[in-house]
């Protein structure tokens, strides 16, 4: 029996270390998707500080890949495609399509190492019959020009999404086996190493994340603040606290209780650090944010099922216009002045979705 | 008899302007407090482009210092002292700190040709007996290395501040004499050349302002971008117009009635033109925005007339944030990251403020 084919998606902090793992415990065969270092990869490799799998100079997996399509066509087919890109639905280009080139029907299981809410319903829609698993990684760990650090050690929280269009018992029995299996592939014999919890309950741990990210991750991004200092200017009770209040009834209206002390963790997390959240670096890099998975997608849930969220709806339509500023400056949006001129601003945003 | 002495405190766009004005109109002897480009003024004067007064090389009023304290020992005592500078409570110094020191008891009438609400508060508190003016100039004005640009005719609406803690027959008729006297010395014969409106509804004015103030300005000023991006982004309906209601909300609450019609001027007064308002330049300049006497103010009085306020309070923290974040790269807050380890952000503010 020839051994799994994985495919990593995604070469930033996680991916590299997915990567390395997966590699190390020697039970698949690792193809690693690098885009813009794909030369340097190649021909050096990274070079490695891990506190989880120690250090490594010049190191690469079994194969790198310049894109989806070539590893496709080079190393396919896939038994699992791992995904740790950035998930930015209203960017350049969406997750399904960056993998699709590689999803064989059915067989190719997707992991799924990424933040956010209902990231997995695209997949489901676009892959129907496809096991989804779900990866909330917290490792702490960054990937620049080839140096990958690697501070915490590899936590992988591992569990399947259902898919609601397709409660067969088949598909849910794949789904455990699929689970296991990449549990299996990941997971080291020694424990004191990496860490692969099986999560039993999918959608409470990913609401229960948000809890930060959409409140802290969010705000700190808006203002271009770490953490402390935003709790230093404002109260907690004035605007964090409150916040999260809404993403927790948001859950609630989704049948997931998120127990309250999630609060108390999550406002205190990161106390003393002065730690910045990925959205406000993005910010600051002029680099598009996860908005649309973090924020866009629990406040669209709170339309639908009519809970109130006066403070997250406000954040929303602010990062929306922050949002908008970084697509500009990208080139995604292009604003021709003219365009607007004898034109009511009610009629703007018609207008522009329109072009 | 002698003609009056008027200080005009703040050089900008607007203060130059008025001090050219005051100066044309041959009725007031002018000093103008010039700070930064104090030495270039002395020897150079300004260079002057305004669509009300005409073109001037090397312009400069009767008098100039080089600060108050200076222009009240060479040239006072002033019958009248015009503010233009902006009003910052939260910043370096008060508007009542900045004029302390030319400001004659009783006598000296205080002109704050300036943005916001409860501006004249700190004033009547700190001057008891002084007739305090508000003016509102629409004017469109630019000072940018002593070179003034003036764009549209010089409109100033003025109009007496009450003042709660005396409303004494005296004090009434002492302040309309005042407010006739500056009219006359500020309104051209001619009415084609500049015009000043009396108001006889301050508060109002006022109020009507801030529907555009606080919440156009104040937006653009959190996401850095134009009105016409903003409301491209998002629908009027959607931010912009409730946020409007909160603003007409509260000056209902005392006492005020401005016509659901100004929203509609407001949010179209900028269609097409792609203008970026003052707080969203300041923002962008590393400068502290106006930020209480526009959105804090209001705020409070909410709180006191407990009118709810749901988008105006977390516009307001936010931009507190970036008020904080501005106030540190301007050396006004200092934050020693040493001071807050273990410590609970729950105690961040408190522990701040004590410094």
New interface residues.
């Given amino acids: 029996m020839s051994v799994p084919k994985v495919l990593v998606v995604g070469s930033g902090g996680v991916g590299a270390i997915a990567a390395l793992s997966l590699h190390l415990n020697k039970k698949c065969e690792v193809t690693l998707v690098v885009r813009s270092d794909y030369e340097h990869v190649v021909n050096h490799g990274y070079e490695i500080d891990s506190v989880t799998y120690g250090k490594f100079m010049n190191w690469k997996p079994t194969h790198v890949s310049k894109n989806v399509h070539d590893a496709y066509r080079d190393h396919g087919e896939f038994d699992f495609i791992v995904v740790t890109t950035k998930n930015i639905p209203d960017g350049a280009i969406t997750c399904e399509d960056i993998i699709r080139p590689a999803v064989t029907p059915k067989s190719t299981t997707i992991v799924l190492i990424q933040n956010g809410i209902d990231i997995e319903t695209p997949m489901h829609e676009q892959f129907p019959g496809n096991v989804v698993l779900s990866g909330v990684s917290l490792i702490g760990s960054s990937n620049i020009n080839c140096k990958v650090n690697n501070s915490h050690k590899d936590q992988l929280t591992l569990g399947v999404f259902e898919n609601p269009d397709d409660t067969s018992d088949e598909y849910i029995e794949r789904s455990t086996e699929k689970l296991n299996q990449f549990y299996d592939l990941y997971q080291n014999a020694d424990e004191s190493i990496n860490k692969v919890t099986i999560d039993k309950n999918v959608k409470r741990s990913r609401w229960e994340k948000l809890v930060y990210n959409s409140v802290l991750n969010t705000?700190t991004a808006?203002?271009?603040?770490d953490v402390?200092?935003?709790?230093?200017?404002?109260?907690?009770e004035?605007?964090f606290l409150p916040a999260m209040d809404e993403i927790i009834a948001i859950a609630a209206s989704e049948g997931v209780v998120v127990d309250k002390s999630q609060k108390d963790k999550f406002?205190?997390i990161?106390?003393?650090l002065?730690y910045s959240p990925s959205m406000c670096i993005d910010q600051r890099k002029g680099q598009l944010m996860e908005l649309e998975i973090i924020l866009g997608n629990p406040i669209k849930i709170a339309r639908k099922n009519n809970v109130p969220t006066?403070?997250l709806s406000?954040?929303y339509?602010?990062l929306?216009?922050?949002q908008?500023?970084i697509k500009?400056k990208n080139g995604l949006i292009k604003?021709n002045?003219d365009d607007?001129?004898?034109?009511?601003?009610?009629d703007?945003?018609a207008h522009?979705a329109k072009k």
């Avoid at 808006?222 to 603040?225: D, E, G, H, P, T």
């Avoid at 402390?228 to 907690?236: G, K, L, S």
């Avoid at 607007?340 to 009610?346: A, C, G, P, R, Y």
């Fill in positions: 705000i808006i203002v271009n603040l402390n200092r935003c709790q230093i200017a404002v109260q907690n004035d605007l406002i205190h990161g106390d003393g002065f006066p403070i406000v954040i339509h602010l929306h216009m922050v908008f500023r500009e604003i002045q607007f001129k004898n034109m009511k601003s009610d703007y945003p522009f």
